[in-house]
Structure formats: structure tokens, C-alpha cells
């Protein structure tokens, strides 16, 4: 007899608790995370001279002086071409490395997976490795309980709130913003930040973990697009491995594959998942069952590899009883080549654009309230503004000049000979105005095509804009 009551389709979250797992893959998990944070908390306070008038911070996003600094390169604003190129070049080497390699990115630097390693390391400093997890989680609360659970969150807070600080520093000079945090004078954006980013950070990588990435992040919703039969990923060798029995020693034994079911590999995984069953959304490609497999393999003296970075074709050779595919095999054909040349393409073009920029620049708008004036003997004025950059570390003198028409003439309001002075690493907005002598053909015709000229006098550098000078038709 069928039930009419209501199926709950929510299933509670039942939380994981890796174990220690030693191995290769785990070591470089270690360095990856070791160099990743050095270089997230250390490189606000890297310092570099720019010159007495520019900050000496390596990297710095300016959002006041709107401008960004790296190391030698400054971008400006109008140059945001240079933020796009590398945005693409972060989604291009993304496809790369997933079409070869599987979510590599996942498993070894991802924000998500580093700081979840960090937040797991300081949980098994203070309440044990995996058992004593266990169990102190099914425990009753007592004041044992209570001081490690204290414990920890005191630990992850101060995580969260050095992850936060860190990030503030990027955008303003890290030793006087850090000195004004401390004395309580830094701006009450600094502190809402920090105070948004340590809850955050302490809710992803300490509480949620896994959860992110299975239902928040989107990536392995669209990492099988970018993955075919020969990328290489982690797998379990079930043609080996079944069927799977511990007892060695009993009738029948001859018959049971590599795998002794000791859910090592899965006591190990961060996801909490299963590799034996297979390619699943939640497998963040890590690794550690590796480790943690290719170890028990060892002490009952099978070869390693049970678990392992495998391809489709491969498995397909492998149970056929013939020898994988060298790995540069399976990482070199059309699709990664194809990823690689674009990846190339505008990383070129970046380095291309950032050697033949210029150092200096000019906006021109037309002021069109009135379209144009009739001067008092009858000529004709239109009015531009010019906004001239100098991005050298030394003021410079700027000449106006307009090409087109010769009759045109140009006036700089507050300037004489058409020059202007431009600041050091500044931007000037500049009055200037066109004039048509009476009866010229720029002051009868309805639209000219003039060219603005800026040059820079000391350097003899120069820059162009097109615009229109508008007359009064006859």
C-alpha cells in the first residue's frame, strides 16, 4: 500500500572529516599552499620605487588616484584592455589545464581548496586526526568539548581576520593602513571589509568546505565540456581492483582483485566521496586518495597505481591488457594545442600593447551647448575639452595643434602659445577653442573633419584625435 504522506527531498549534510594522508601529491598540495599564501599575505608589504611623487608599494590598486600599480607596469584606467587580456588569459588557461589535466585547478590552487587545507590543518592540530574528530563530534558537550571547539573558531577567526587584512592592503599603503587599523583612525570601509571577509572566509573554509563547491561554484557544471577521453584525471582501475575482499587468507582469495576495501581512499577525501564509483561532480581531482591507496598498496605488496591519474583511452587499452599512452599523448592534440596558441596569442598581444603604449594620451569632447558661436567680427568658435595625460615622472609641456583646415585657429584658455604644462603621472583638462575666419569654408560648411595634435615638446612624442569642427551654413 503506497504512502500519501509528503517525501522530504532534503537530505542533512553530513560533515567529513579527512585523515592524514602522506604521499607525494599531498607534499605538493603543501608547497602549492605554503607558496599561494606567502604570496596572498606577504606582497602588500613588498615595496618598489616609482620616484618621490608615486607610492612605493609593488602592488597596489589605487582606487583614489585610479590607477594600478605592478611592480614596474601602471595601468590607467583607459588602459583596462590590459585587465581584460589577463581575465582571458586566466579563462583560457583554465580550459588548458582542465582539458588535460581535469580539475587540477581544483584540487591543488584554488582560493576554495587552499584555505579549506589551511582550516582543516588547524582543526587536526587541536581536536586530532580523524577518529578523535569523529568522536569528539558525536560526544556530548562538556568542557573539553567547549575549550577545543573554542579553540578552533578562536584559531579560524584569526585566519579570516589576517585573510581580510591582507586583502585591504592591496588597495591602500599596507604599513599606514595597518597602523591605523591598529590605532582605530583607518576608515570604516577598511574595517566593514575586514569584518565581511573573516565571516566569509570562516564560513567557506571552516563550516561550508566541500558544500561550496558541490552547490555553489559552478565550475564542475561546465568542466565536462572542456574534458574528453583522453584527459587525465583520477580514477580507480576497477578492472584490477574487483572484486574487492579483506580476507586474504580465506577460501577464495586467488579470486578477489587489488582492493582490500579499507576505505582508506575515501577516509582521506576532502569531498567525502567514493572514488570507486567513479568520475563524480563532487571529485575535486586532489589526489590524496592516491596517496592514500598507492601506501596500503605498499604494505600488502601490490604495485601502486589502483588509484591514479588515468584517461578513458587508457582504461580502454588497459583492460584490453595492452600499455597506457605516454602522458604527452594525452596532453598534446588538437584541443590543448588549440588552447595553448590562444593562451599565447594574448598573452603576446599584451606584452605587445604594454612596450608600444605611449607615455602620453588625449581625450577630445566636443562641447556641443551651444554647437557653435559667431564671434563678434563674424568668425565662427567652437569650444573642445582636451584631457591630456602624462604618465611620465616629470612635468611636461604639451603642444596643441590642429590639422584639416589651415585657416583654423587654435586658442588654450589660460595658455600662451599653445602650450600647456601637464603634472607628473597626472591628467589635465584642458579649454580649448577652434576658430573659422570669417568666410572660410570651415566656418560655411555644416561639418569639417579636423585632427587634434598633442605633441610632447621635450620627447617629440605625439598623439592624434579625430573630431568635427561645426560652421554655420550659409
Avoid at 590605532?183 to 570601509?189: Q, R, Y
Avoid at 568668425?379 to 590639422?403: A, K, Q
Amino acid at each position: 500500500m503506497s504512502s500519501t504522506e509528503p517525501q522530504s527531498l532534503y537530505a542533512a549534510r553530513e560533515p567529513v572529516f579527512p585523515r592524514r594522508v602522506k604521499g607525494k601529491f599531498r607534499t605538493l598540495k603543501w608547497w602549492i599552499m605554503i607558496v599561494t599564501l606567502g604570496i596572498y599575505y606577504l606582497t602588500p608589504w613588498i615595496r618598489w620605487d616609482r620616484g618621490p611623487e608615486l607610492p612605493d608599494q609593488a602592488v597596489l590598486i589605487d582606487l583614489a588616484g585610479r590607477r594600478f600599480y605592478f611592480f614596474w607596469i601602471e595601468i590607467w584606467p583607459h588602459e583596462f584592455y590590459f585587465i581584460a587580456g589577463l581575465l582571458i588569459m586566466a579563462g583560457l588557461g583554465l580550459f588548458l589545464f582542465t582539458s588535460a589535466l581535469g580539475r587540477v585547478w581544483c584540487g591543488y590552487a584554488c582560493p576554495q581548496t587552499v584555505w579549506t587545507d589551511l582550516f582543516i590543518l588547524v582543526e587536526r592540530w587541536i581536536e586530532g586526526d580523524r577518529n578523535a574528530r569523529v568522536k569528539l563530534w558525536n560526544a556530548k558537550w562538556d568542557a573539553r568539548k567547549v575549550r577545543l571547539r573554542l579553540t578552533k573558531y578562536l584559531s579560524w577567526a584569526v585566519i579570516g581576520l589576517a585573510t581580510g587584512g591582507a586583502w585591504v592592503f592591496y588597495f591602500a599603503d599596507a604599513p599606514t593602513l595597518f597602523r591605523d587599523l591598529i590605532t582605530g583612525t583607518a576608515h570604516p570601509v577598511a574595517y566593514t571589509t575586514m569584518a565581511i571577509l573573516t565571516a566569509t572566509t570562516i564560513l567557506f573554509g571552516g563550516i561550508a568546505r566541500e558544500q561550496v563547491c558541490i552547490y555553489m561554484c559552478p565550475w564542475p557544471r561546465i568542466q565536462a565540456a572542456m574534458m574528453d577521453e583522453d584527459t587525465i584525471t583520477v580514477a580507480y582501475r576497477d578492472w584490477r581492483g574487483e572484486p574487492r575482499g579483506k580476507h586474504r587468507k580465506a577460501e577464495g582469495a586467488e579470486t578477489l582483485g587489488d582492493c582490500i576495501d579499507c576505505n582508506a581512499c575515501v577516509n582521506v577525501c576532502p569531498m567525502g566521496i567514493d572514488i570507486r564509483d567513479g568520475q563524480q561532480l563532487a571529485c575535486i581531482t586532489c589526489a590524496l586518495c592516491i596517496d592514500a591507496c598507492d601506501d596500503v598498496m605498499a604494505k600488502i605488496g601490490k604495485p601502486r597505481g589502483l588509484v591514479d591519474y588515468i584517461a578513458l583511452t587508457d582504461e580502454t587499452r588497459e583492460r584490453a591488457g595492452q600499455a597506457p599512452k605516454p602522458i604527452w599523448k594525452h596532453i598534446l592534440r588538437p584541443r590543448t594545442i588549440l588552447y595553448t596558441a590562444l593562451w599565447s596569442l594574448v598573452g603576446f598581444g599584451l606584452v605587445f600593447a604594454l612596450f608600444i603604449r605611449s607615455d602620453i594620451s588625449a581625450t577630445v569632447a566636443p562641447i556641443r551647448n551651444p554647437v557653435y558661436v559667431t564671434m563678434s567680427d563674424g568668425s565662427i568658435r567652437n569650444t573642445y575639452d582636451v584631457r591630456l595625460r602624462n604618465s611620465l615622472g616629470e612635468e611636461r609641456p604639451f603642444r596643441l595643434t590642429v590639422t584639416g583646415e589651415d585657416s583654423l585657429l587654435v586658442e588654450l584658455e589660460g595658455a600662451t602659445d599653445n602650450v600647456v604644462y601637464v603634472p607628473a603621472n597626472e591628467t589635465l583638462l584642458q579649454r580649448v577653442y577652434v576658430i573659422a575666419p570669417t568666410g572660410s569654408v570651415p566656418a560655411t560648411s555644416g561639418r569639417t573633419e579636423i585632427r587634434f595634435w598633442i605633441e610632447d615638446i621635450v620627447s617629440g612624442e605625439r598623439v592624434s584625435k579625430d573630431t568635427v569642427f561645426n560652421g554655420k551654413v550659409q
